[in-house]
């Protein structure tokens, strides 16, 4: 729970200082650069490695990253070394993102489909949960066959249940309570 934490405070750290300088997509691009820098898993264990200087590490991350990411975001991740906390850089980049969504009047929905959804009906389901919600939305999408048919989104608290299964369920509890 403490990394969660964290992660957030260190999001609304950056995505303050972004806005201040009007660097949001910057900050987007640079945190997203170091996330995928440490999916190296040698790189991750030797920022987090307690028995390192910080010295040591921030020379490291110097010659690693470069001229990459802006000198804010080098400071940023050697910070996190200096703490041995480097590991949540992908839930800081997590919360950044709904940060700037936010900002920008923008929703994330996860759907979720018995079979994948093609072009057409991704952009049904993206209108008809805008109209729901009032804001654009951006779908990820998933598939579970055992949904049977039909899909389940989720934007924000809001779970909308469309799926043959629920249907089904709706029935059987109907004829039970006739019964």
Known sequence: MPRAASSRRFAQA???L???NDEVDRW???????ADALENQEFLEF?????????QKT?????????????LAINLISLLASRNLALITPAIVEQ????????????????VSAIPLDDSQRQQVSD??????????RLNTRVEPQILGGFIARVGDRVIDGSTRM???????????RL
Do not use: C
């Open 14 to 16: 950056v995505f303050q």
């Open 18 to 20: 972004a806005l201040e």
């Open 28 to 34: 987007l691009d640079d945190l997203t650069l170091l």
């Open 47 to 55: 920022l987090d490695a307690p028995q390192l200087s910080v010295n």
């Open 59 to 71: 020379g490291v991350i110097k010659s690693a990253l470069g001229d990459s990411v802006s000198q």
């Open 96 to 111: 950044y993102q709904k940060l700037l969504d936010e900002h920008r009047g923008i929703e994330r929905a996860e759907v």
């Open 128 to 137: 008809l949960l805008q109209r729901i919600v009032g804001k654009e939305v």
């Open 167 to 177: 249907k089904l369920n709706e029935m059987r509890r109907g004829i039970v309570q």
